[in-house]
Every structure is written in C-alpha cells, then in structure tokens.
C-alpha cells in the first residue's frame, strides 16, 4: 500500500492494547490505509508491539516506532508521569482529579478496578509527555476498555478530541467508564449498525456521533480463487481458540458427520488460546473417520494459504456464559474476500456482514444440529458453495472494503477540523 505521510493536515495517534500485533490486523490495516490517504498517523501501545510479523518491512518500522505505554516498565512511566506534571501542573491536576471522581463514582467502575482506572490515568500523564512534541490532534483508540481510558484522559491532557471504536470484549465483560466515553468522545465507529444502536441505548447522540466504520479488507490484496472442490470437503476455521468462537461445536459435528457416514469432510483449525488443550482431548475421542487438525498459532499467510485450500470457511460463534461474544470477526470478511463459501453463528452483528442463503450460511449460535445440516447439504451440492462463495466476495465488496471505510474516518477528521 502506497505510503503518503508527511504532508497531512492530520496527525493522529492510533492506539490499542497491542500495536502491531498479529491477532488485531485490522487495527494496523486501518492505520496503514489512512497512511495512504495522507493522513499523518502515529502510533502508540499499552503493551509491547510485536516485532516479527509476516508483513515485512513495512510493520517493522511500525512496531520500531510505535510508542510504548506499560512495556517500557513502572519506573519509566512514573518518571514522565512526574515530568509532565512539573511542566504542566495546573492541567495534570484537573486531568488526574477527573480520573479519580471518574474512578470512585462511575457505574461501569468495579471496586476491583478502580485503582486500575487511577493508574490508567497516570499512564495517560506518561503518554502526553511522550507524544507532545509530535504535535498529535486527535487521538483514536481500539478497544473500548484500557487503551480507550488512557487515551481519553491524554487528550484531556493535551487538549485534544479523542474518539474510539469498541468491539466485544472490551464493551461487555470488560466494560469500564463506557458512558464517560461515549460521552466525551468527538466520534464513535461503530463496527456494525448493531453497536451503533447498542450505544445509543447508553448514551444517546444523533448517528452522525455514531459512524458506521467497518473493520475491513484491502480487496485489492485479496484475490477470489475457485474452491478446490475435491471428493473431500475442506473445511477451514481460523480463530483465538475460546469459548465464544464455538470450535468444540465444529469438532463434535465432524464426529458426528463421521459416524453416521456422512459425506467425506476435513476439517482443519488454526488458532491458539486456552482452550487448546480441552480441544485436543476432543479431537482424540472422535470417531477413527473423523478428521480433524488443530493447527495452534499459525501466521497470517499461511492462513491465506489455507483458505486457498479450503471450499468452506466455518466459524460457529456463540455468547460466552461470561456474556463475550464477537463483534464481526475479521478473519470472516478475509474468507469472503478469498470468495470462500461461510458458515456462522447467527449473533446481531454478524447477521450485518453475512446475508444468510445470500453471501454466507447462519445457524443458530453453537448449534450443532444445524451447523451438521448445512455441512452435509453443501457437501452435497458444490455448485452452491461455489456461488456463495462468488456472492461472499461481492458482500465484502460493497461494504467492508478497507480503502472505503478509511474515507469515511477521514470525512469524521475534517468535520471534526472544522467543527
């Protein structure tokens, strides 16, 4: 992707929990692609970015330049934390009493946490010493919960507008200040138009607060293969492996498939996460016909590689007993990109994304019996999968393009310059 930074009349600082890092690419997709429209986009982590990702050089400098929030240890936060304040003393007390009034009478503040939203607030101090002289206007934050309150409160400190997008976890069992964010916030991207109305239901703003801005793909780096369509249906699932994303339900339908003499499937599963062990048993006891291969961690091309090789991508998702679900999973929209045919949970979000019997497959979610029935009808007709797969890739097209949903944060960037 062509790089224009320099001459940009923006300069905004991207921040998540992890930047780069390999499990969020659409974090540093997004990043990339504002780069591109010229927008000066820097870049800041609450953890240690990750070094050694797939995409070159390009990432490399990323995670070289990237400023570190938490990684960079205690003692060197508190010592910016201490220079910021000496600099800046009158500006720091209202940014820190903000946090701690935030801390002590927030309803979305657990007793657990609020000396963590304290400290939050002292890295936002750290955080605005580091980047002041980079002359940030705005600042955006991935995921609603941590690296949103550390950069809420450094615009604070600096005088800035912030915004954010939040997406699962982050805004359920992991909710903190949500209503203070949404609030305060310039903008929000809302990932689906379900989060848009999820957010109104807590605070309400006009739509125009609450842009639709997908996390999407670069089609232009995706190109749509024809499924190998061999005797044996390939089967592929890509994901963290936990409980939401409904991979024991994908191993026990293969079992199952298997021991009532189904169609030939195989079925392959790439992704790491506590569940792995667990998973692993599973697979042991399936029936001797059932195939089934949990791949652990796998970098992003050969995941691409493996899409090439599949004729169905499935990912069986559900609501975790904690309440976590997924947003829109983006390793869906690659698949799609890829014009692989789709299996997925029905869940709100993911209903936006997948137009079920049209672009995709929705079942109800973790349902196995369902999930089983759709496996052996598209076994059994190919010429379907093929076309699911051709309309998949028109769905990404038209709405989840990565270029087209970076236009629609910078329209929020000049309307914000010259509110």
């Known amino acids: 992707m062509e790089q224009r930074v320099g001459n940009a009349k923006h300069r905004v600082l991207y921040m998540s929990g992890e930047l780069p890092v390999r499990s969020e690419t659409f974090v540093y997709r997004e990043v990339l692609a504002l780069r591109s429209l010229g927008i000066d986009v820097r870049t800041a982590s609450v953890h240690a970015p990750t070094r050694d990702l797939d995409d070159g050089d390009v990432l490399s400098e990323m995670a070289k330049s990237t400023v570190e929030i938490y990684s960079k240890g205690k003692m060197a936060l508190l010592r910016d934390m201490f220079a910021e304040t000496l600099a800046h003393p009158v500006r720091s007390i209202k940014t820190m009493s903000r946090c701690k009034l935030d801390a002590l009478f927030s309803r979305d503040v657990t007793l657990r946490r609020k000396p963590k939203v304290v400290w939050q607030g002292m890295a936002a101090l750290s955080l ?3 980047v002041r002289v980079l002359g940030i206007t705005h600042i955006h934050a991935h995921m609603a919960h941590v690296p949103t309150t550390i950069g809420m409160y450094a615009a604070k400190q600096l005088g800035i ?163 976590d679900r997924d947003g829109i999973p983006v390793v869906l929209m690659e698949a799609m990109a890829r014009g692989r045919c789709v299996i997925s949970g029905d869940l709100e979000t993911i209903r936006e994304l997948i137009e079920h019997d ?52 910078e329209s929020k960037l000049n309307a914000q310059e010259l509110a």
């Open 128 to 130: 605005a010493h580091r």
């Open 161 to 323: 507008s912030f915004s954010f997008t939040g997406h699962a976890n982050d805004i359920f069992p992991n909710r903190t200040l949500l209503r203070e964010k949404l609030r305060r916030a310039a903008w929000v991207n809302c990932i689906s138009d379900w989060h848009r109305a999820f957010y109104q239901s807590v605070v309400n703003r006009p739509d125009c607060d609450y842009p639709v801005v997908r996390c999407g793909v670069d089609t232009d780096q995706y190109e749509a293969t024809p499924a190998p369509n061999h005797e044996t249906l390939e089967v592929l699932s890509v994901g963290r492996l936990v409980e939401k994303k409904g991979m024991d339900v994908l191993i026990r339908t293969a079992g199952e498939i298997a021991l009532n003499d189904g169609p030939s499937i195989r079925v392959r599963i790439a992704g790491d996460g506590p569940q792995y062990n667990e998973l692993q048993a599973l697979v042991g006891v399936l029936p001797p016909d059932a195939e089934v291969e949990l791949l652990g961690e796998t970098d992003n091309d050969t995941v691409m590689q493996l899409m090439t090789e599949a004729d169905i991508f499935a990912l069986p998702c559900r609501v975790a007993k904690s309440g």
């Open 358 to 409: 049209r672009s995709g497959m929705m079942i109800p979610p973790g349902d196995q019996a369902s999930l089983t029935e759709q496996l052996i009808a598209l076994a059994e007709d190919r010429d379907r999968v093929d076309e699911l797969g051709r309309n998949a890739r028109q769905r990404i097209e038209e709405e989840f393009d990565l270029k087209l949903n970076a236009r629609r944060i």
